[in-house]
């Protein structure tokens, strides 16, 4: 088992700033492969909806349009960590932010930001942004 854990989350106003985090307390050795993490965000009554999903073993990182250029995902491997900076943030931005892992390469961007792809989960982080 794979126990995912964000924090970070918080309120603030438009063109504001936070950085997400997501620590993984891992169980199974199988999480210690190659893996796709990511952080995907939900308002009440809409699908979740891909933000940005990074490779642990390289290559580019993955956005969502509407987030590109303005958040940044990175991570730190050896303490199986992946960060989400939030640049400019506007009330759209307003979400419950969740990070999710699965142990495959992340693949095309569709199926980087698709929350079907993914087997572990957090429990998310409330982010709010006021005008």
């Known amino acids: 088992q794979v126990r995912l854990v964000e924090s970070g989350g918080g309120s603030v106003r438009a063109g504001g700033s936070l950085t997400l985090s997501c620590g993984a307390s891992v169980v199974s050795d199988s999480f210690y492969s190659k893996r796709c993490m990511a952080w995907f965000r939900q308002t009440p009554g809409k699908e979740r909806e891909g933000v940005a999903a990074i490779y642990t073993h390289g290559g580019s990182p993955f956005y969502a349009p509407s987030v590109k250029g303005r958040f940044t995902i990175s991570q730190d491997y050896a303490k199986n960590t992946v960060f989400l900076q939030m640049n400019s943030l506007q009330p759209e931005d307003t979400a419950m932010y969740y990070c999710?892992?699965?142990?495959?390469?992340?693949?095309?961007?569709?199926?980087?930001?698709?929350?079907?792809?993914?087997?572990?989960w957090g429990q998310g982080t409330q982010v709010t942004v006021s005008s």
């Open positions: 999710a892992a699965d142990p495959r390469w992340c693949g095309t961007p569709d199926q980087a930001l698709d929350h079907n792809a993914y087997k572990y």
